[in-house]
Every structure is written in structure tokens, then in C-alpha cells.
């Protein structure tokens, strides 16, 4: 049974991630902050819950370690949990956003490696942004180029590149980023845009499922690798 753990999995692209996951057989333990929300989306899904704060460093400890005692190992980490903030441009605001879009990747990736070096596959997918792509917010024919999302943007540009690196550092680990596409999620609700969350974990299933000789370092969306 494949191991994989998701955080942020209790509503949008991360629960529906766990639901295609768990309709592939794995054990699928699905992080979050809210205790009661996130043990009523494991319950809806025949999932497991342990209660994760990415931006809380005992939080994280704490889940990795009830992961580590019920399975010994760990085969897929999903990072899914984000925050948009699109209206004040301050300080506070920066260190919340960067806290949990990238500093939470930090957080929960190095937790995890111990448990993700005895598997015999393991695999880390960070849902991330073109918005954070200079190729993409520089090209007009984009929807990221009219998004003005200037801390979103750039957590999710130190997101794509934590990837880049976590797969240099740890070549027996595949390390790959996405862009899952515009999702109509409570995140995106003020732009009214996007497609079903169902869609768009599709392709953090196909990355979370890569064989073991499958790419690493990439930057991806459904049709293949972007530039970034």
C-alpha cells in the first residue's frame, strides 16, 4: 500500500487529490490545520487525518511523528496547503504568505525525509502557480499577466524553485511542482474563475503516481513540462 500524506487536503484540490488517491488504494492521511474540518473530510473519504499547521513547526513534528509510528515510511508528500492574501501589500502579510507557501514546504519536506528515504518510491508534488513564472506573468496571452497577486506570485516563485533544489540535494527522491490550472476553489472565489478541483488534481495524481525512474525537478502542468 502506497503511503501518502497531503496537506491542506480538507477542502478544494487537496481533498479531491485524496479521494482519486484513495481510489487507487493508497493509505492517504490528510493534513490540517482545523481539527474538526479535517477529521469530517477523512471521515467523507475513508481517509486519516492527523492535525497539521505547515506555518507551526510542533504542528508538523507531531504529524510526521504519528505517520512514522502507524506506517514506518512514507511514499508520497503532496504539499497542497496555500493562502492567496490578494489585498494589503505589507509586511505581516509577506511573512503570512511567504510562512505558508513556501517556508511551510521547508517545514513539512525536511519532517519528512527520513520517512520518504525508506520508501522504495518516494515521491514530493508541491502545488504551485504559473503566477510565481516570469515566463507566464510576462506573457499577455496568459490569464497570470493581469493577476495582481504580487506576494502570491512570489511565494509560489520560492515554492517552483525549492522544488528545483529539493531535487538536487535529494536525487533518490522525485521532487516535482505544478500548475494545476484555474480552479474555482475558496482561495479564487473573489476572481470567479476556474474549473472543478476534481479537474485539476488530476494532474497532482499523475505526478504523486510516477513510476520510479519517472522525471524530478520539473515544473508541469496537464500537457507535460512549462517554462519557467
Do not use: C
Request: without cysteine.
Amino acid at each position: 500500500m502506497t503511503v501518502t500524506l497531503i496537506t491542506g487536503a480538507n477542502k478544494g484540490i487537496g481533498f479531491e487529490t485524496a479521494k482519486q488517491l484513495l481510489e487507487l488504494g493508497h493509505v492517504v492521511y490528510i493534513g490540517a490545520r482545523d481539527v474538526e474540518r479535517g477529521e469530517k473530510a477523512a471521515a467523507a473519504l475513508g481517509a486519516r487525518f492527523v492535525q497539521l499547521d505547515v506555518t507551526d513547526d510542533e504542528s508538523v513534528t507531531g504529524a510526521l511523528a504519528t505517520i512514522s509510528s502507524a506506517e514506518g515510511r512514507l511514499d508520497v508528500l503532496v504539499h497542497n496547503a496555500g493562502i492567496l492574501e490578494n489585498g494589503v501589500i505589507d509586511g505581516p502579510t509577506a511573512l503570512r504568505v511567504f510562512d505558508t507557501n513556501a517556508v511551510g514546504i521547508v517545514r513539512v519536506t525536511e519532517a519528512a525525509l527520513p520517512l520518504l528515504r525508506k520508501s522504495s518510491n518516494p515521491t514530493v508534488v508541491t502545488v504551485s502557480s504559473s503566477a510565481g513564472s516570469f515566463w507566464a506573468v510576462n506573457n499577455p496571452d496568459r490569464p497570470e499577466f493581469q493577476l495582481p497577486v504580487a506576494l502570491y506570485s512570489a511565494s509560489k516563485s520560492a515554492a517552483t524553485m525549492l522544488t528545483v533544489q529539493y531535487a538536487k540535494a535529494e536525487p533518490g527522491i522525485k521532487f516535482n511542482a505544478l500548475e494545476p490550472g484555474a480552479t474555482a476553489t475558496d482561495m479564487t472565489a473573489a476572481f470567479g474563475i476556474g474549473r472543478s478541483a476534481e479537474e485539476s488534481a488530476r494532474t497532482v495524481v499523475r505526478l504523486a503516481t510516477l513510476e520510479a525512474d519517472g522525471p524530478t525537478g520539473t515544473f508541469q502542468d496537464e500537457a507535460g513540462e512549462l517554462p519557467w
